[in-house]
């Protein structure tokens, strides 16, 4: 009996190595570290109109903890984790420059921080600044009028989010008036992530 079961043993850690072997753990995501480091540059095409561009910056992995995705594994965004101080916990969207005429407009957006984020283009109501729309129960605000939005990793228009160290961009054609740029994953807007981009006439 003995023989049998050290020869059953046998065959079961040789099972396990080829499902090892054929790839188990990179399913797993022991690869995706390794892969993230080796992932070539991202480089924005040339962009037609009046070129805007948008830098997205968060507080760094450190304060940062994630969210969990729809089936409970970690999301692409995180949430901050700890008691937030008044610097520690503030992230940013910029735009340079601020003012462009109407037209052919294009965002070129680079994400410098260590989460994944997005920009959604959304009118700015006469008498309202930026940072005054109210986050709903998922952390949210309305983006019902969104006129674009930035959100491929390296690519242009709608995504799953523009990686830590990655670019994405669009297009659009914008009338004259005021618009806030956001970023709406969970709680992004609420740690600050807005800016304001004027379109003048012609």
Not at 117 to 128: A, F, N, R, T, W
Request: glycine fraction near 12%.
């Amino acid at each position: 009996m003995r023989t049998h079961d050290a020869g059953l043993a046998g065959m079961v850690t040789a099972v396990m190595l080829a499902a090892v072997v054929a790839g188990e753990p990179a399913a797993m995501g022991a690869t995706t570290a390794t892969e993230a480091q080796h992932r070539p540059e991202c480089t924005v095409p040339s962009l037609p109109g009046h070129v805007v561009d948008v830098t997205l910056a968060d507080p760094g992995s450190r304060m940062m903890s994630r969210s969990p995705g729809p089936s409970g594994s970690p999301g692409p965004y995180g949430t901050m984790s700890g008691s937030p101080g008044p610097q520690d916990t503030r992230m940013r969207l910029s735009v340079t420059p601020a003012t462009v005429p109407a037209g052919t407009v294009s965002l070129r957006v680079a994400n410098t921080g260590a989460l994944a984020h997005e920009v959604l283009v959304l009118p700015l109501p006469s008498g309202q600044t930026i940072g005054q729309r109210e986050p709903g129960s998922d952390q949210r605000i309305d983006e019902a009028d969104s006129l674009g939005e930035v959100s491929h990793d390296c690519a242009a228009g709608k995504g799953e989010g523009i990686s830590p160290g990655s670019k994405g961009w669009i297009t659009l054609t914008l009338r004259p008036g005021r618009y806030e740029l956001v970023c709406n994953f969970p709680d992004h807007y609420a740690r600050g992530m807005y800016a304001e981009l004027d379109v003048t006439g012609r």
